[in-house]
């Protein structure tokens, strides 16, 4: 607890806490006085610790997150297995099929995108970034459409 207290807070953090205190005052928790002495103290907040000690003596809900439902888990694994990447159960099958389908290709592949980018540089540099936006756009639709016509190819001759 010690540490999320030296968080720093930002408008968000101090904002809920604002609207719990002006609850609690609703409620008859607090007089006039201790809102307005709270609230001042709130604006100028710099941690979680400063934001704690002033609805320490209040009830739920206080603005700030709940200590025991913070997640055991460290942010990059629980992101992963949210979104589905490194460390999600299925991860490792998607992995090892990917790598099996492309285990075979042959040649170099044409990456579109730094050529896209160097376009985009120059057009906006030199004529105005409109341009350069359609160009990248006219070169998208080449390598889009080349890709395909590649691909129904070499479909059909798989066929054959």
Known sequence: MARQDEIRIGDAERDAVMLALHDHYAAGRLDRGELDERLDT???????????????DLPPP?????????????????????????????????????????????????????????????????????AGFLAVLQIALAVWVIRAIVLAVGMRRNRA
Request: a positive charge; charged letters at 15%.
């Open 42 to 56: 709130v604006l100028s907040a710099k941690t979680r610790g400063d934001l704690r000690g002033l609805v320490r």
């Open 62 to 130: 206080t603005g700030l997150p709940e200590p025991d439902k913070a997640p055991d888990v460290p942010w990059q694994q629980g992101a992963a297995v949210m979104f589905g990447g490194p460390g999600h159960p299925a991860w490792r099958h998607h992995r090892h099929h990917h790598m099996r389908r492309h285990q075979h290709h042959h040649g170099p592949h044409f990456k579109a995108f730094p050529v896209m980018l160097a376009v985009f540089l120059v057009l906006a540099f030199t004529v105005g970034p409109g």
